[in-house]
T-cell receptor, first 116, second 113 residues
Framework: EPEVTQTPSHQVTQMGQEVILRCVPI?????FYWYRQILGQKVEFLVS????????KSEIFDDQFSVERPDGSNFTLKIRSTKLEDSAMYFC??????????????FGPGTRLTVL | AQSVTQLDSQVPVFEEAPVELRCNYS??????LFWYVQYPNQGLQLLLK??????LVESINGFEAEFNKSQTSFHLRKPSVHISDTAEYFC???????????FGPGTSLSVIP
C-alpha cells in the first residue's frame, strides 16, 4: 500500500540553525500539506501546496518557514532560523485529485524536531 | 471558518466498560468528519470517517461514530474498551476533498485494568 514517508524521524538542532524536513508524498498525489503538533497539544495546519505554489497558509507559517517541491518526488519544509518554540512533531500529508470522489489525505509518520 | 470542540480532555475508563468521546463542530458549510487516533509516541491513524450517507460509521476495531447534523456532533463510542485502546483521540473536519484538515484539541483515553 502506498504511503507518505518522512525523513529524518528525529532531528535535533541548535537555536538559530536552519533545518529542512523532508517528505515523499504518495506518487500520484498533487496536494501536499504540512502540520505541526507541539508536545501535548493539538495538530495544527501550517501550509498547503498545489501546482508548485502555496494554496493556503496559517498565521504560524511566517517568513521563517518555506516549502518547496525541488523535484518530482520530494516536498520539503525549511525553517530558516529555528527557535525553541519550533520544537514539535511535524507531519507531512498528501492527497490525490480524482474529481467526483473524495480524496483521502494520507499522513506521514512525522519528524520530531527538537531545538536546543 | 470551521472549528472542532472536544469537551473532555481526559477520559479514564475501566477495561471492558463502554466509552463515549464527545465531539462538536462548527461550520457554515457541509464538512467531512473524522476521528484520528494517536498511540503514544506514534503518528496519526485514521480511525473512521463520515463522508455522506448513513450517519453511523464503524471502524474495524469496534469503534463507531454517529453524525448528528442538528446537534453538529460526531461522538465516538465503543461498547467495551481494551487496554490497547489507550491513546489520544482527535476529532477533525475537512471542508472539501482538497482542503486542510482541522483538528480538535484531542481527548486522552486511559483504560484502567
Amino acid at each position: 500500500e502506498p504511503e507518505v514517508t518522512q525523513t529524518p524521524s528525529h532531528q535535533v538542532t541548535q537555536m538559530g540553525q536552519e533545518v529542512i524536513l523532508r517528505c515523499v508524498p504518495i506518487s500520484n498525489h498533487l496536494y501536499f500539506y504540512w502540520y505541526r503538533q507541539i508536545l501535548g497539544q493539538k495538530v495544527e495546519f501550517l501550509v498547503s501546496f498545489y501546482n508548485n505554489e502555496i494554496s493556503e497558509k496559517s498565521e504560524i507559517f511566517d517568513d521563517q518557514f518555506s516549502v518547496e517541491r525541488p523535484d518530482g518526488s520530494n516536498f520539503t519544509l525549511k525553517i530558516r532560523s529555528t527557535k525553541l518554540e519550533d520544537s514539535a512533531m511535524y507531519f507531512c500529508a498528501s492527497s490525490g485529485v480524482t474529481s467526483g470522489s473524495y480524496n483521502e489525505q494520507f499522513f506521514g509518520p512525522g519528524t520530531r524536531l527538537t531545538v536546543l | 471558518a470551521q472549528s472542532v470542540t472536544q469537551l473532555d480532555s481526559q477520559v479514564p475508563v475501566f477495561e471492558e466498560a463502554p466509552v463515549e468521546l464527545r465531539c462538536n463542530y462548527s461550520s457554515s458549510v457541509s464538512v467531512y468528519l473524522f476521528w484520528y487516533v494517536q498511540y503514544p509516541n506514534q503518528g496519526l491513524q485514521l480511525l473512521l470517517k463520515y463522508l455522506s450517507g448513513s450517519t453511523l460509521v464503524e471502524s474495524i476495531n469496534g469503534f463507531e461514530a454517529e453524525f448528528n447534523k442538528s446537534q453538529t456532533s460526531f461522538h465516538l463510542r465503543k461498547p467495551s474498551v481494551h487496554i490497547s485502546d489507550t491513546a489520544e483521540y482527535f476529532c477533525a473536519v475537512r471542508k472539501t476533498s482538497y482542503d486542510k484538515v482541522i483538528f480538535g484539541p484531542g481527548t486522552s483515553l486511559s483504560v484502567i485494568p
